[in-house]
């Protein structure tokens, strides 16, 4: 599967931005999906998953009741809605993909990545 982010860009902090993450190759619907992100210095982390279905959903504590991840499989597109957004929050975002059942909130845990979009909150 092929992954790529949109949807990044410069906001206010407490602004808003809806990322989304289109996929194309094999059938996106097999997929669990996260989001990830990086900022310079530091590893990647893990900000959402969702399952393959869109049944369950976790977050890191950092971002929960501020993000929210969602699926549409009839369109192949995964979605990060951001709100209240905070200057802590500017990173280059990825989303990824994968078959495996491992922890999802590992970096090792994906197979497939996007090439990240950067949001930039400033304060």
């Known amino acids: 599967v092929q992954l790529q982010a949109s949807g990044g860009g410069l906001v206010q902090a407490g602004g808003s931005l809806r990322l989304s993450c289109a996929a194309s190759g094999r059938a996106f619907s097999s997929y669990r999906m996260g989001w990830f992100r990086r900022t310079p210095g530091k590893e990647r982390e893990f900000v959402a998953t969702i399952t393959w279905s869109g049944g369950s959903t976790d977050y890191a504590d950092s971002v929960k009741g501020r993000f929210t991840i969602s699926r549409d499989n009839a369109k192949n597109t995964l979605y990060l809605q951001t709100n209240s957004l905070k200057p802590k929050d500017t990173a280059v975002y990825y989303c990824?993909?994968?078959?495996?059942?491992?922890?999802?909130?590992?970096?090792?845990?994906?197979?497939?990545w996007g090439q990240g979009t950067l949001v930039t909150v400033s304060s």
């Open positions: 990824a993909a994968t078959l495996r059942l491992r922890d999802p909130r590992t970096v090792g845990a994906y197979d497939y």
